[in-house]
T-cell receptor, first 116, second 114 residues
Framework: AQKITQTQPGMFVQEKEAVTLDCTYD???????LFWYKQPSSGEMIFLIY??????QNATEGRYSLNFQKARKSANLVISASQLGDSAMYFC?????????????FGKGTRLSVIA | DAGVIQSPRHEVTEMGQEVTLRCKPI?????LFWYRQTMMRGLELLIY????????DSGMPEDRFSAKMPNASFSTLKIQPSEPRDSAVYFC????????????FGPGTRLTVT
C-alpha cells in the first residue's frame, strides 16, 4: 500500500520569497513516481512536477523544484519567488510506475497563502 | 487539442434521485480514471479503465455507484439512488498509455445532494 503524508495544513509566505511544502511517503514499490498538483480556488487540478524514484537529479520546472530525498522518503516541493497567483491548495501524490498507468494516491494537501 | 471534458459542471439533486456524470477523455488516451474529492477523505480513486475495460473498481463505495466506458471517447459514472453523503467533486482524468506519467484532469463535477 502507498501512503502520502502532508503535515502542513496551511502555510503563509511573503510575495517573492521561497517556500517549501513538505511531503513524505511510504511504499513497498521499487519503482514509483512522485507528483505535485496545484488546485486553485477555481477547482481544477494542475500538474506541476514529476520525480521518478530512480531519477538521480531533482526535478525542476520553472519556479518549481522537487527536493527528493529517497532515504528519508521525502519529496518536498520548493516554490521560488512566490507570486500572489501561487495561492492555492497543493497536493503531493504518488503511484507505482512498473505496473502500467496506475492510479494516483494523494495526500491531504497544504493550503498556501501568498501575502503581498 | 481539447482537454478532458466533464459534464455537468455542477449538479444539485434531491436524495433518492439518479445522477449521471459524464466524461470525455483526451483523444487517443488509453487510460481513464474517476476520482472523488471530499473534505473528509480528500482525493481518492473510484475506478479506472484501460482501453475501455475496468481494471480496478475497489474504490467504488457501494452498489449504488456504477461506471461504464462504452467506447474510447466516453465514460459515465452513475449514482442510484443518490444520498447526501455523495456530495463531492468528481474528477475524471485520462492518460496516454502505460508509460506516460502525467494524468490530465478534467474540471470536475461538483455534486450536491440535498
Amino acid at each position: 500500500a502507498q501512503k502520502i503524508t502532508q503535515t502542513q495544513p496551511g502555510m503563509f509566505v511573503q510575495e517573492k520569497e521561497a517556500v517549501t511544502l513538505d511531503c513524505t511517503y511510504d511504499t513497498s514499490d521499487q519503482s514509483y513516481g512522485l507528483f505535485w498538483y496545484k488546485q486553485p480556488s477555481s477547482g481544477e487540478m494542475i500538474f506541476l512536477i514529476y520525480q521518478g524514484s530512480y531519477d538521480e537529479q531533482n526535478a525542476t520546472e520553472g519556479r518549481y523544484s522537487l527536493n527528493f530525498q529517497k532515504a528519508r522518503k521525502s519529496a518536498n516541493l520548493v516554490i521560488s519567488a512566490s507570486q500572489l497567483g501561487d495561492s492555492a491548495m497543493y497536493f503531493c501524490a504518488m503511484r507505482d510506475v512498473l505496473s502500467g498507468n496506475t492510479p494516483l494516491v494523494f495526500g491531504k494537501g497544504t493550503r498556501l497563502s501568498v501575502i503581498a | 487539442d481539447a482537454g478532458v471534458i466533464q459534464s455537468p459542471r455542477h449538479e444539485v439533486t434531491e436524495m433518492g434521485q439518479e445522477v449521471t456524470l459524464r466524461c470525455k477523455p483526451i483523444s487517443g488516451h488509453d487510460y481513464l480514471f474517476w476520482y472523488r474529492q471530499t473534505m473528509m477523505r480528500g482525493l481518492e480513486l473510484l475506478i479506472y479503465f484501460n482501453n475501455n475495460v475496468p481494471i480496478d473498481d475497489s474504490g467504488m463505495p457501494e452498489d449504488r455507484f456504477s461506471a461504464k466506458m462504452p467506447n474510447a471517447s466516453f465514460s459515465t459514472l452513475k449514482i442510484q439512488p443518490s444520498e447526501p453523503r455523495d456530495s463531492a467533486v468528481y474528477f475524471c482524468a485520462s492518460s496516454l498509455d502505460s508509460i506516460s506519467y502525467e494524468q490530465y484532469f478534467g474540471p470536475g463535477t461538483r455534486l450536491t445532494v440535498t
